[in-house]
Every structure is written in structure tokens, then in C-alpha cells.
């Protein structure tokens, strides 16, 4: 139900964009959002977007990493600039949102973001 895209890796203070397509099956959203998750680690927030597109970022993007939407096309952004070694990790999309059955939440397969110092 979501495919995201656009990880990879690029050196400290390089940037790049992620993308999460949901499916079309989506008639509202809740919360769009980022997570991530290093080795050895729990899955953390990185940002977040709601239906009224107030946005929430953790401590350690605010300023580097933007979070956006495009409604037409069910996507979810997340753009991310100077990079820092500790932003490596796998990146996951979620969506709360509904459908014509009913509220879900779906979540993405991840992509690698690597940064190298």
C-alpha cells in the first residue's frame, strides 16, 4: 500500500529526497509521517504531517529536514539537507488514514539512507 523511494547514499552535508506513494484505495489522511531506524535501535519519529498540514519534527532534523504532501498524487516527502552521519539509517513511511472500509495504517518497506563522513 505504500512505496517509498529515494534513499541512498551521499556524503555529510549532502541531501537528499524521500518519496512514499500510497495507494490510491485512500479516500483521507490523518498523519503522514517519517520514521527511522539505526542499527541496534528502536524506530524513532523524524517527522510527521497532519491532515491540517501542521508538521512536527524531532530535535535532531528541525532546521535540516522538511516534510511535505501532494494530495493529488497520495505522496508523501521528506527532504533532507546537510546531512550528518547520524542521520544513517532506514527510513520508513507511515499513514494513518481512511479508506472506503474504514481507518488504516499503513507502513512503508523502508529505505537506506547512508551517510558517510
Known amino acids: 500500500q505504500l512505496q517509498a523511494s529515494g534513499g541512498g547514499l551521499v556524503q555529510a552535508g549532502g541531501s537528499l529526497r524521500l518519496s512514499c506513494a500510497a495507494s490510491?484505495?485512500?479516500?483521507?489522511?490523518?498523519?503522514m509521517g517519517w520514521y527511522r531506524q539505526a542499527p541496534g535501535q528502536q524506530r524513532v519519529s523524524v517527522a510527521t504531517?497532519?491532515?491540517?498540514?501542521?508538521?512536527h519534527y524531532a530535535d535532531s532534523v528541525k532546521g535540516r529536514f522538511t516534510i511535505s504532501r501532494d494530495n493529488a498524487k497520495n505522496t508523501v516527502f521528506l527532504q533532507m539537507n546537510s546531512l550528518k552521519s547520524e542521520d544513517t539509517a532506514v527510513y520508513y513511511c507511515n499513514v494513518d488514514a481512511r479508506t472506503k472500509l474504514g481507518r488504516v495504517n499503513y507502513w512503508g518497506q523502508g529505505t537506506q539512507v547512508t551517510v558517510s563522513s
Open positions: 504531517i497532519d491532515s491540517g498540514a501542521d508538521t
Open positions: 490510491s484505495a485512500i479516500v483521507s489522511f490523518n498523519t
